[in-house]
Every structure is written in C-alpha cells, then in structure tokens.
C-alpha cells in the first residue's frame, strides 16, 4: 500500500543505468560481477525504501496498521497507479478533514464522525463514483467508505466535495483491521460490498472477502436488523456469497424465496457494471438483515 511522489522519476531508474553499465563491464571482465551484483543489490534496497515514502505526508499512510505485523491472507489486493492533480489537491486539502488511517489504535466515535447520522460502511469503492452517487441521493445516511486505492480515495474526496456532501469519510487500509478492533458493537446501520474482486482462480478462493469468518467480524458491529448488501457479477462468487450469508446463523435473507434480490435502486448502475452487462455478465444483490 506504499505509494511514490507525483510523476516520479521511476524508482531506482539511475540506478537501473548504472546497475546496466556494471553488469555489461561484468561481461567483459569477470573480476567486475561482484562489484555488478552489488550494485543491482543497491538498487534493489534504494527501490525498496522508496515503495516506503508516504506519497503525501498529511495524507493516507502506506501502512497504516503496519505494526501489527500481522501475517495473515489479505481482503484486498493494492493498486498502485498515478495520482492525477485533482485527486492530489483532493487528498490534501480534504484528507485532513473527512480522512481517516485504519492504525487499529482507537475506536471510531462513529457518533461524532457523522455528527450524529446513522452510518452504513462500505468496503471497496474503486473510484468512487457509486459511493459519491449514493451519498449525494441520501444525506441523511453517513457513509464510512474503504479503500486502498489512492486515486480512488483522492477522487471520492472530490466527488464529494463537488457534490456538497457532507456525509462521506474515506478510510485507507484493511477492512478486516477496522472491523476488529476499531468500531464499537453494535454501531452500524449496514454494509455494502459491491464488486469484489472475485479471485476466480479456485487456489485463491480463501482470499475471497465473504467468508464465514469475515461475517463473525461483522454480526457483532452491526445493529439488529442491519443490511449487508452484497453485489457481484462473477456468478461462482455469487453463489458462495448466498450459501455463506444463508448458513449464518446471525443473518436472514431478506429475499422470500431464500435467493437473490433485485437491484435497489439506490444502487447506481456503475460504470464497471455496465462492462460486465455488456460481456454477457448477470449481476446478483444479496440482501441479509442481522438478526
């Protein structure tokens, strides 16, 4: 989750000239291939505590929760690619006031957060148009969006903004961490999770974020009677999403004939579901009350 400045130049590319030169000196004279491994060793290590620079020092964190050290399977894959100047300005003018790091040091004060709003969380918001479109159409709902992405983070802010909504907090780091240690029980009125990354190869399916241990995390945060809406179009994830919510014992499918629910519509079609309608995909909701 580590991030580069604006526009760098890439990490370690004069090094990578040098690191060249060295190796094609190593060609000619063997007695140089120590000296060339060296080198690339340097290289390497230089890159590597660039990864570590915070791209924005007021803003999000590379790691926020990073001394836990815990080893353990990741909920989400980082995405690394540029900032534009928008999100930049975006993350520090807004991140100060309506961002957040998930250290795993504190409990939210949700209360205080939304000024007072009922609060639904949201992980994984990609770009965050959805979420910024659902805010807008409802601000009398906070919402405490997710994500590692920092373009997306920085481009939600500004959605956000634009928008005049005052109801929207953006989270950077592990969902998992902020569940377990940083909410109060009972202190949301819902979560979504829309599009998660399916991990179609069956070796990875453990990395899928709806699993049964994932939902002991979230029944004792979430109020009675809370939504966890779930949307996907990778039809295998979908069915293990509805045969892991109906085995729990603590949710209760709001669907009467025990599958799937229609599209609410206070779910924006997104641009990313309208690629997957357009391949042939069938896009599910699932819709589970915490009882």
């Given at each position: ?15 990578a000239d040098a ?6 000196d ?13 080198l690339?060793a ?6 590597r505590r660039?990864?570590m620079e ?5 803003g ?11 080893r ?24 100060p ?21 009922p ?14 479109q ?37 989270a ?12 109060a029980?009972?202190s ?12 179609p190869k ?13 939902l ?8 009675p ?15 293990q ?12 499918n ?27 995909h ?8 915490r009882?």
């Amino acid at each position: 989750m580590s991030e580069q400045p604006l526009n760098p130049t890439p990490a370690g590319s004069h090094d990578a000239d040098a690191t060249a030169d060295a190796t094609a000196d190593a060609t000619a004279d063997p007695t140089a291939a120590d000296e060339a491994a060296a080198l690339r060793a340097a290289s390497f290590e230089r890159a590597r505590r660039l990864r570590m620079e915070p791209r924005f020092p007021d803003g999000p964190a590379a790691d926020p929760a990073g001394s836990h050290h815990e080893r353990r399977i990741r909920s989400f894959q980082p995405r690394r690619s540029r900032v534009t100047t928008g999100q930049q300005e975006s993350l520090e003018r807004l991140w100060p006031k309506w961002g957040l790091d998930i250290d795993g040091k504190r409990v939210l004060d949700l209360a205080e957060l939304f000024d007072g709003l009922p609060v639904v969380l949201e992980i994984g918001f990609g770009m965050g148009e959805a979420t910024a479109q659902m805010a807008a159409d409802d601000p009398g709902t906070g919402i405490l969006a997710v994500d590692v992405h920092t373009p997306g983070q920085g481009n939600l802010l500004g959605l956000a903004d634009k928008a005049g909504s005052t109801n929207v907090r953006v989270a950077n780091g592990d969902a998992v961490i902020l569940l377990r240690e940083m909410l109060a029980p009972e202190s949301l009125d819902g979560l979504r999770v829309f599009f998660p990354d399916p991990w179609p190869k069956a070796r990875h399916h453990k990395r899928r974020l709806i699993q049964p241990e994932f939902l002991d995390l979230v029944a004792p945060v979430l109020k009675p009677g809370a939504i966890v809406h779930c949307a996907t179009d990778w039809e295998p994830y979908a069915e293990q999403m509805l045969e892991v919510l109906t085995a729990h014992p603590r949710f209760e499918n709001t669907a009467a004939d025990g599958g799937y629910a229609p599209r609410p519509a206070f779910r924006p079609l997104t641009r990313f579901e309208g690629q997957g309608l357009d391949k042939g995909h069938v896009v599910h909701d699932l819709l589970f009350a915490r009882v």
